[in-house]
């Protein structure tokens, strides 16, 4: 398959919403995370990460040494997602994960110092596409799309069954 294929090429505008998806703002959004996404995976496999990681390590970050329950929990993933995504990170050396002194059937994760000094090439990352995403939005306009982006995810929370993703520590 080659780059010019339609299905590997990127609209530059949402594509039409299909037969029975039932509402175009569904659709603009589940079209816009995913471009969002694709975009930051493309930097953070600059940092020798996949997406989803980075999540993770800004849990570790803020936190410090946290169960691998909680780390699950507050991610919102399948344990066996995780577990994986863990494996991944130990064997690049961004993670470690030992036995919780506390109650030894517990395991604890904990950033390295190689995860942490992945930290600020993230921040950059993030940093980056948010400029990137928003670009050509005026000041209130910005503020105007995370108000109402906040509005859309306290409707979303309940249907989803989040309590919030704050983190863990």
Same mark, same amino acid.
């Given at each position: ?6 299905? +590997? ?10 037969? &029975? +998806? ?6 603009? *959004? ?8 694709? $975009?930051?995976? %493309? ?16 849990? *570790?970050?803020? +936190? &410090? ?9 507050? !991610? ?9 995504? !863990? ?9 470690? %994960? ?9 395991? *604890? ?5 190689? =995860? !942490?000094?992945?930290? $600020?090439?993230?921040? &950059? ?24 982006? =906040? !509005?859309? &995810?306290?409707? *979303? ?8 993703? =704050?983190?863990? +520590?």
């Amino acid at each position: 398959m080659s780059g010019t294929d339609p299905v +590997c090429t990127v609209p530059s505008a949402p594509p039409p919403v299909p037969a &029975g +998806c039932g509402g175009t703002v569904s659709h603009a *959004l589940a079209w816009v995370a995913r471009l969002h996404r694709i $975009a930051m995976g %493309r930097r953070l496999r600059d940092l020798g990460l996949y997406p989803g990681q980075e999540l993770m390590m800004m849990r *570790l970050w803020d +936190c &410090g040494a946290v169960r691998q329950s909680e780390l699950i929990q507050s !991610l919102g993933l399948d344990p066996s997602t995780v577990t994986k995504m !863990l494996q991944r990170m130990e064997q690049c050396g961004y993670v470690r %994960r030992s036995p919780d002194p506390a109650d030894r059937r517990a395991v *604890l994760v904990e950033a390295t110092d190689a =995860g !942490l000094a992945l930290r $600020a090439g993230v921040e &950059g990352a993030w940093a980056d596409l948010e400029e990137s995403t928003l670009a050509g939005l005026a000041p209130a306009d910005r503020a105007e799309l995370a108000r109402l982006l =906040g !509005l859309v &995810g306290g409707n *979303l929370t309940e249907e989803a069954g989040e309590e919030g993703t =704050g983190p863990v +520590c």
